[in-house]
């Protein structure tokens, strides 16, 4: 059992690249998350999917767009990287209620 | 605007003793909470819960105690650990149960 696996797990893009981060989980969760961790920002929500074909704003979504065409996928892009991208990206899951969250390994993303 | 906050960025304990993580909330709207431990390069990995109609849940060594009135949470840790050393996260999640709202973290080292 996989859980959430994210693809890859350490890019280095140059300034105005775009590149796609996918996110894979095979437990059968409705809802999933995509955050960024920031030394001393915590993590932080950029875009959310509450189901298969649906995606919504989190706390700072600009500079990213997303996609849900497949209930166990979900992808992260960024169209033209800037070097405030720089970071550590989640993904996570949940079941719908008051369930934990289950995150993936990590994407370290540098942008120089 | 911060509405999970954990206001101390890092603890020691020494090992055997209690440690407490601290973490208040802004938004009255949240009814579920949660601790996430996690280690470097790795994900945030679920800790313990507790809904808004408790306000106490054990697991083991781990307790988390709600005071809705003054919107804030406490993670005990009882006897401390050195593999206990990870940086603690506080979440939120409203009625809806849609966002997972997260703390700035707080990194705890035990002192052997």
């Known amino acids: 059992n996989a859980g959430v696996t994210q693809t890859p797990k350490f890019r280095v893009l140059k300034t105005g690249q775009s590149m796609t981060l996918l996110c894979a989980q095979d437990?059968?969760?409705?809802?999933m998350y995509w955050y960024r961790q920031d030394p001393g920002m915590g993590l932080r929500l950029i875009h959310y999917?509450?189901?298969?074909?649906?995606?919504a704003k989190g706390e700072v979504p600009d500079g990213y767009n997303v996609s849900r065409l497949k209930k166990q996928n979900f992808l992260l892009g960024l169209e033209s990287a800037a070097p405030s991208q720089t970071s550590v990206y989640f993904c996570?899951?949940?079941?719908?209620?008051?369930?934990?969250?289950?995150f993936g390994q990590g994407t370290r993303l540098t942008v120089v | 605007d911060q509405q999970v906050k954990q206001n101390s960025p890092s603890l020691s304990v020494q090992e055997g003793r209690i440690s407490i993580l601290n973490c208040d909330y802004t938004n009255s709207m949240f009814d579920y909470f949660l601790w996430y431990k996690k280690y470097p390069a790795e994900g945030p990995t679920f800790l313990i819960s507790i809904s808004s109609i408790k306000d106490k849940n054990e697991d083991g060594r781990f307790t988390v105690f709600l005071n809705k009135s003054a919107k804030h949470l406490s993670l005990h840790i009882v006897p401390s650990q050195p593999g206990d050393s990870a940086v603690y996260f506080c979440a939120a999640s409203d009625f809806g149960n849609e966002k997972l709202t997260f703390g700035t973290g707080t990194r705890l080292t035990i002192i052997p």
């Open positions: 996570a899951s949940k079941r719908d209620g008051n369930t934990e969250a289950f």
């Open positions: 437990m059968n969760h409705e809802y």
């Open positions: 999917s509450v189901g298969e074909g649906t995606t």
